[in-house]
T-cell receptor, first 113, second 116 residues
Framework: GNSVTQMEGPVTLSEEAFLTINCTYT??????LFWYVQYPGEGLQLLLK?????DKGSNKGFEATYRKETTSFHLEKGSVQVSDSAVYFC????????????FGQGTRLTINP | GAGVSQTPSNKVTEKGKYVELRCDPI?????LYWYRQSLGQGPEFLIY????????DSGLPNDRFFAVRPEGSVSTLKIQRTERGDSAVYLC??????????????FGEGSRLTVL
């Protein structure tokens, strides 16, 4: 079945550091790929998405490119802020139209001032 | 309210008891989803509703779990004869249109269930 694997956390960085959170997936067909974020005390919210190969999703300074050849969707940000501290989840949606998301296990990110 | 509301936020119960968890989706959202998140894991799909009907319940782990959405708005997840392994955060999400179109689900903060 479809699955998502994320780099294990927790990840701790200093403010203004470069961030990469790795995500790889296994899926049949052509899934859509997502990054969701959960800030402390809040529900998960969509951060960015890409629906086909080579698409780049971006939001709030974060970017991720859908790489079909490496089945990856790594999350990057050039200069992180304390407010980026959260748990980040990579996810995919079934290309066969099933109305469900398959999530990775999440990566906790802490940014120190 | 403006977002997805879930109650209770925390529920502690004893093994073998019956539990109900409630979800109030964003007004006008026709699709409603339940996920379960165990400690250190990502959310796992349980069931989703399109309107009043359960369109896909393939994620429900066994027949102790049941969910309803009788009027196409509020949903209740029901767990019978709870077991310690049911302890998790139960997440509800809603969307205006089906997931496949946008990928955006709006999640509540979850109901944390602890079975002693």
């Amino acid at each position: 079945g479809n699955s998502v694997t994320q780099m294990e956390g927790p990840v701790t960085l200093s403010e203004e550091a470069f961030l990469t959170i790795n995500c790889t997936y296994t899926a049949t067909g052509y899934p859509s790929l997502f990054w969701y974020v959960q800030y402390p005390g809040e529900g998960l919210q969509l951060l960015l998405k890409a629906t086909k190969a080579d698409d780049k999703g971006s939001n709030k300074g974060f970017e991720a490119t859908y790489r079909k050849e490496t089945t990856s969707f790594h999350l990057e940000k050039g200069s992180v802020q304390v407010s980026d501290s959260a748990v980040y989840f990579c996810a995919l949606s079934d290309s066969e139209g099933a109305q469900k998301l398959v999530f990775g296990q999440g990566t906790r990110l802490t940014i120190n001032p | 309210g403006a977002g997805v509301s879930q109650t209770p936020s925390n529920k502690v119960t004893e093994k073998g008891k019956y539990v109900e968890l409630r979800c109030d989706p964003i007004s006008g959202h026709t699709a409603l989803y339940w996920y379960r998140q165990s400690l250190g894991q990502g959310p796992e799909f349980l069931i989703y509703f399109q309107g009043t009907g359960a369109a896909d319940d393939s994620g429900l782990p066994n027949d102790r779990f049941f969910a309803v959405r009788p009027e196409g708005s509020v949903s209740t997840l029901k767990i019978q004869r709870t077991e310690r392994g049911d302890s998790a955060v139960y997440l509800c999400a809603s969307s205006l249109i089906l997931l496949g179109s946008t990928g955006e689900l709006f999640f509540g903060e979850g109901s944390r269930l602890t079975v002693l």
